[in-house]
């Protein structure tokens, strides 16, 4: 969306300083499994690339389905 490179170590602090999150988290043991647990979770539920949503059971994958992903968070 603002084409950043997220690769760029000084871009990727700017991003987590904006968000208030100290870039040395990221190395946090404990930060890295949950990402890991999450990932896992994801694939184990059926999500096969990024972005993916889920709501409930129901899985969204792509940016073209954000619209549907909104309407069921609405209901």
Not at 22 to 37: G, S, V
Not at 39 to 65: I, K, S
Request: aromatic share 8%; proline share 4%; with cysteine.
């Amino acid at each position: 969306m603002d084409d950043r490179d997220v690769t760029a170590d000084a871009e990727l602090a700017a991003i987590a300083d904006a968000c208030g999150v100290p870039l040395t988290r990221i190395e946090d043991p404990a930060i890295k499994q949950t990402l890991r647990d999450y990932g896992d979770d994801a694939v184990r539920r059926g999500a096969f690339g990024a972005p993916a949503f889920f709501a409930g059971d129901d899985l969204y994958w792509g940016n073209d389905r954000l619209h549907q992903l909104e309407a069921a968070l609405s209901r």
